[in-house]
């Protein structure tokens, strides 16, 4: 995809960890989400970190697990950054 799409790219990348949870591969949606979050620091965009968030609840069987324990660390570090930039 051109750099012209970065935002489109966070929602594929949703989509993608979304497709994956669905199909009982929580640690491949884990490593989707993070893609998708690595393309949120470049271009912000609240969609694509809605679909995240959508994933996150979706993985709550797995919340023990090491990659869903890490993907929550980056998930609180985002959220404490946007109420910070939205005070």
């Not at 884990?30 to 993985?59: F, H, N, P, S």
Request: proline share 3%; net charge negative; hydrophobic share 35%.
């Amino acid at each position: 995809m051109p750099t012209t799409d970065d935002k489109q790219r966070t929602v594929i990348y949703g989509d993608l960890a979304a497709v994956e949870a669905a199909a009982g591969q929580p640690e491949e949606a884990c490593r989707d989400a993070c893609l998708a979050l690595d393309q949120l620091e470049i271009t912000w965009y609240a969609t694509g970190m809605e679909r995240i968030r959508e994933v996150r609840g979706a993985l709550a069987p797995h919340q023990h697990d090491r990659y869903v324990r890490d993907l929550d660390e980056r998930l609180y570090g985002w959220t404490t950054t946007v109420s910070t930039r939205s005070r």
